[in-house]
């Protein structure tokens, strides 16, 4: 019998540098070497067949087009797929499946426009697998694990801070008080950080159900739907939420928490999952 580890896909492990160095004028007329992000194009080709190309940072390309493909709804699981090969050389991810993705030209015929940045479309209808999805009824998030969380945030090294112009995305593990982050991901969109995580998941044998999403970019219905479509029932944001957003989350029973920073939030679905500790908060508060 063939165990669940040895069906998981082989992931070439390519790497590329996630910043470049540039010359620019300052304010004093200086001329000074900055950081910025390396964007860079991926091509995805599934079983030779050209799919996407991807603008992306390149922090963790393979894991990258593994939950790009899950998101899409192209592939059900990490198990469909044989191996991922990324060639920066090229700009090429080559993607073998176990036994090929069906009706492919008719999943990927239609587009749907996004407001992602770094991806700017989708594949088939957003909302086709909404009404399938249902998150577990008992998972919550405390006031102080939402602080703790905020705080991992803030105190991490990161590209944005050397850098700028990039997005980041996360996923914790709240059965702890103080909630473990598991991965850091930062892209150039929001939604290639989310992709990411999706393919982490995917490869690894956890439980999704116990688990906190964490962006620095806006609550979009997409960032929800992707957010359920990995079984997270808690999603905390930097930015807020847009309506669309809001309508997903509440027929989904996402809990939708925004205008996260410091101390400050606002918890905009499924507020009973979220147990409150006002005594935590900084009084009087301004705003």
Not at 152 to 161: A, C, H, N, P, S
Not at 217 to 234: C, D, H, N, W, Y
Request: aromatic fraction near 6%.
């Amino acid at each position: 019998m063939v165990s669940t580890t040895e069906l998981l896909p082989y992931l070439s492990r390519a790497h590329a540098p996630l910043t470049c160095e540039v010359s620019v004028v300052n304010e004093y007329g200086e001329q000074i070497s900055v950081s910025i992000p390396a964007e860079r194009a991926l091509t995805v080709y599934v079983d030779k067949r050209e799919l996407v190309t991807l603008m992306t940072l390149g922090a963790y390309p393979e894991l990258l087009v593994l939950g790009y493909l899950r998101n899409q709804r192209l592939v059900k699981s990490a198990h469909d797929i044989e191996s991922i090969t990324v060639d920066w050389g090229v700009g090429a991810a080559a993607v073998k499946t176990r036994c090929g993705i069906a009706d492919i030209e008719e999943k990927t015929s239609k587009r749907v426009v996004t407001t992602g940045c770094g991806q700017g479309s989708v594949f088939g209808g957003l909302m086709d697998e909404v009404d399938q999805i249902k998150l577990p009824p008992d998972a919550h998030i405390t006031q102080s694990q939402l602080y703790a969380l905020v705080n991992t945030i803030r105190l991490k090294e990161t590209t944005y801070k050397s850098a700028g112009s990039v997005h980041a995305c996360a996923l914790f593990d709240a059965t702890l008080q103080d909630p473990e982050m598991l991965i850091f991901v930062e892209d150039v969109g929001r939604h290639n950080a989310i992709d990411t995580i999706a393919g982490w998941l995917s490869m690894q044998a956890v439980e999704p159900a116990n688990k906190i999403f964490y962006t620095t970019g806006r609550l979009t219905s997409e960032m929800v739907i992707k957010s359920a479509q990995m079984g997270v029932p808690i999603v905390t944001s930097r930015s807020g939420i847009t309506q669309m957003g809001h309508q997903v989350a509440q027929s989904v029973g996402l809990c939708a928490i925004g205008r996260a920073t410091n101390k400050r939030f606002v918890c905009y679905t499924s507020m009973q999952r979220l147990l409150l500790q006002p005594g935590l908060a900084t009084w009087p508060h301004a705003r």
